[in-house]
């Protein structure tokens, strides 16, 4: 029996609202905090008293119920809501308290013994004791720790003897509970004859202990319930919670800090250096938290709960690690100091990341995961009713109309006649799907975000060409006039019309501020005279372009308008370019290219509130459509892969390369999972514009990397372009990676993106 099957026999869980979840949070916060600094050697006899005295608060609050499963023939125990998502919080609360209270060990005595308790009343009493705080039990995994050197315990004639040299033992238990070999479970008291059990320094502090067991008295054994089940995987799921919430901790202390130390004559936290250090960070723990509430939702809903969990150790692990060094730098010497709180955090942090076998087993099992099934696709989100029916819909649709023949005269053009099919674009508007997201009253269906990323993976996941212009839509529909929108929506909406976006120039890029384009008011409405350069839907039969009004205007954004450029008016010269990636741009000169008065929109030197409002409703989502294209390349690579299954040389069996992908698998659900948070915090269909930087930064940089990765693992062969004999996927693998370049760059490099995150979504100094 899996385990997904095996946790399908508790009873289900229902989890606390998220206003709920926030005040346990708040609650455990404040026990914790009334109790004062936790001891630094928690395993020590002297950490005792402070340890009980946390036990006491969580059992009053009744978290070490939280997932818990009722005790047959033990007395019955008021319902507790709440289960893995709920301990999340509380475990993210003790990692911020620098707390080693043994909650982890009685959750996972639950979990594992639950399945007993019918048969066995002893384990049902041992529950039922664990939860009424009579008993506190240490667990002690041994050989399915997940570390091969952890060591392990066998028992014989009711005796157990073994040895573990780096356990986390509590100081508080009254009874250990030992993993037997080859499978099995003894419980022992503390105080039985036999047992050795000894603090041990751990960075530094008595924060670990030593046990040993010589023919130690149990005092009862039973056969494992389910031999297969890794108990390994939820220890350390709940392990990098606690790290988690201590790297949180940290991280608010060293963005506090970053605010007040100045050098140089301002606070350091104004230094792009800096700025840039500690978004990483922030993405990075972004990132840590999603992972894990994704495998806690996977525990409480039995939805292939050992996938989730691997992969956010996969993920967490490292990035834990990461962000606590950097955080470390950002502090500097006072970081050092045992008086400050920073070294504590460093220390936890390590402990818990190097723990149950680390990244390095959490890769193993993912990759076992990801290339133990052939024709491997990431498992689908639940998007709500509405985003999973209309997923559904579009998958069907992609079906009937993009045919393999379709679909392969399309992939016979060269790249640069693939980046927009009008044919496809037409069919769409002829579904209303290249206005899914605008409002009913502009034409649109009003879809919410959670179908807007259905249509995104189904799209990407087909290869299907580009359509529509958001942007420039979004624009019109906040800032036109009824005549303009009137005029140019109508044809977007049916796919007949694409607009590009003039921005860029050869003295403004990411400094749009800067342009010089200048737009002339005339007697009968406007004289357009300047150039603008990597123009990419130079063929478009509108350009929204940016241009001066007020030369004099300070700041310099507040002379800016928005124009509609017809593309075929007198005065555009068109210089086309081919990119890095095969496609096309174009350098484009408006040499007096005169405009009617309506070609304005929004208000006269209004144009920064036009561009950045209708970007806002956009970049929120776009790191979701970069990283479907990453998971799309992702699969089509392991289909190749496939191909020399049988060659007990080729890529698939290589452990270096299996462990490689399947970090790479868990950065991609980490992308998945910030696109949907993206789509979650969407209130009015805009995304904090910090957090769709997020996404863009994570997503962008991943395909790089991925891509990169790839033509180390396929070898020669994959840098074959389209054309080349035996190309794989039509020379799409260097393809994309040339492209990727793209994605890092535009829409705002994510060196700008950095410095929007640290400055407005950490509040930062500017």
């Known amino acids: 029996m899996s385990e997904q099957n095996r946790m399908a026999d508790t009873p289900a869980r229902e989890s606390l609202s998220p206003e709920e979840r926030e005040v346990l949070r708040d609650a455990v916060r404040g026990a914790l905090a009334s109790l004062g600094d936790m001891p630094a050697d928690a395993a020590a006899t002297e950490a005792a008293p402070a340890l009980r005295a946390a036990w006491q608060e969580l059992l009053d609050l009744g978290v070490v119920a939280l997932d818990g499963v009722e005790s047959p023939g033990s007395v019955p125990v008021a319902p507790i809501l709440g289960g893995a998502t709920e301990l999340q919080a509380v475990f993210e609360e ?79 238990a009254t009874h250990i509970l030992v993993a037997l070999q080859p499978a099995g479970w003894a419980l022992v008291a503390r105080e039985a004859a036999g047992v050795a ?116 150790a996969v993920f967490a692990a490292p990035a834990l690690i990461r962000a606590s060094l950097e ?35 959490a890769r193993r099992r993912l990759a076992a995961e990801v290339f133990g099934q052939p024709g491997f696709r990431f498992p689908e989100h639940d998007l709500g009713e509405e985003g999973n029916r209309f997923r559904l ?4 649709w992609l079906a009937d109309y993009w045919t393999p023949e379709r679909r392969a005269a399309f992939d016979a053009r060269p790249f640069h006649g693939r980046e927009y099919d009008h044919e496809f674009a037409l069919a769409l508007g002829r579904t209303g799907w290249n206005g899914l997201a605008w409002p009913r009253e502009f034409g649109g269906q009003g879809r919410g975000p959670m179908e807007q990323i259905a249509f995104i993976e189904e799209m990407e996941r087909a290869e299907a060409p580009r359509a529509g212009a958001a942007v420039q839509a979004n624009a019109l529909m906040l800032y036109g006039t009824p005549g303009q929108q009137a005029r140019y929506l109508p044809e977007m909406l049916r796919g007949e019309a694409m607009h590009g976006m003039g921005y860029s120039e050869p003295g403004a890029g990411s400094d749009l501020a800067s342009l010089r384009t200048r737009a002339i008011r005339t007697a009968d409405g406007w004289t357009i005279q300047g ?155 805009i995304t904090p514009p910090e957090y769709g930087a997020i996404s ?59 410095s929007l995150i640290a400055q407005r979504g950490l509040r930062l100094p500017r």
């Not at 060293?254 to 250090?277: C, D, L, N, S, T």
């Not at 500097?332 to 818990?352: L, M, S, T």
């Not at 020399?644 to 399947?662: C, F, I, M």
Request: charged share 20%; hydrophobic share 50%.
């Open 197 to 312: 059990w000894q603090a041990v320094p751990s960075f530094g502090k008595l924060a670990l202990a030593s046990l040993v067991l010589a023919e130690a008295p149990a005092e009862w054994i039973v056969a494992d319930a389910e031999p297969g089940f890794d108990p390994a995987l939820l220890a350390q799921w709940a392990g990098l919670a606690r790290a988690h919430g201590a790297a949180r901790r940290a991280f608010e202390m060293a963005v506090e800090y970053a605010g007040e130390r100045r050098q140089f004559g301002q606070p350091i936290g104004r230094f792009q250096a800096i700025q840039h250090k500690l978004a990483d960070v922030y993405i990075g723990l972004e990132g840590v938290r999603l992972a894990l509430a994704q495998a806690a939702r996977a525990l409480d809903d039995e939805r292939r709960p050992e996938y989730w969990l691997a992969s956010a």
């Open 94 to 172: 003790l990692g911020r308290a620098h707390c080693a209270a043994p909650l982890a060990d009685a959750w996972l005595t639950q979990r594992l013994l639950a399945p007993l308790a019918a048969q066995r009343p002893e384990v049902a009493a041992l529950m039922a004791a664990v939860r009424g705080g009579e008993v506190v039990v240490a667990l002690a995994l041994g050989h399915r720790d997940g570390d091969p050197q952890a060591g392990g315990f066998t028992a014989a004639g009711g005796r157990v003897s073994g040895a573990l040299a780096a356990w986390q033992g509590s100081a508080i």
């Open 696 to 754: 863009k930064v994570f997503s962008g940089e991943l395909m790089e990397r991925f891509g990169e990765a790839l033509l180390e693992i396929l070898g020669m062969r994959a840098t074959l372009s389209q054309g080349a004999p035996r190309a794989w996927a039509n020379g799409s693998f260097e393809q994309r990676l040339r492209h990727s370049l793209m994605w890092v760059i535009s829409i705002g490099t994510n060196e700008i993106q950095r």
């Open 393 to 396: 819909e579009v998958r069907q």
């Open 531 to 685: 150039q603008k350069i990597w123009t990419t839907t130079w063929w478009g039969k509108y350009m929204f372009l940016a241009a001066r009004t007020d030369a004099e205007a300070k700041p310099a954004h507040a002379g800016i308008s928005m124009f509609i450029v017809p593309m075929d008016a007198p005065g555009i010269t068109i210089n086309q370019a081919t990119t890095l990636y095969d496609g096309s741009f174009a350098n484009i000169f408006y040499d007096d290219v005169k405009l009617e008065p309506d070609a304005l929109v929004g208000e006269l030197n209004g144009g920064w509130k036009v561009l950045t409002g209708a970007l806002a409703a956009e970049r929120g989502l776009i790191g979701g459509g970069i990283v479907c294209k990453v998971m799309r390349w992702f699969e089509q690579a392991l289909e190749i892969l496939a191909q020399s299954a049988g060659d007990a040389q080729a890529p698939l069996h290589d452990p270096v390369v299996r462990d490689r992908l399947a970090g790479f698998a868990a950065e991609i659900e980490v992308g998945r999972l910030l696109m949907l948070h993206c789509a979650e915090l969407a209130v009015d269909g």
């Open 327 to 361: 955080i470390q730098h950002t502090f500097g010497a006072i970081g050092y100091a045992e008086e400050h709180e920073a070294p504590r955090h460093f220390r936890q942090v390590h402990r818990d990341c190097a723990a149950f076998g680390g990244a390095r087993r």
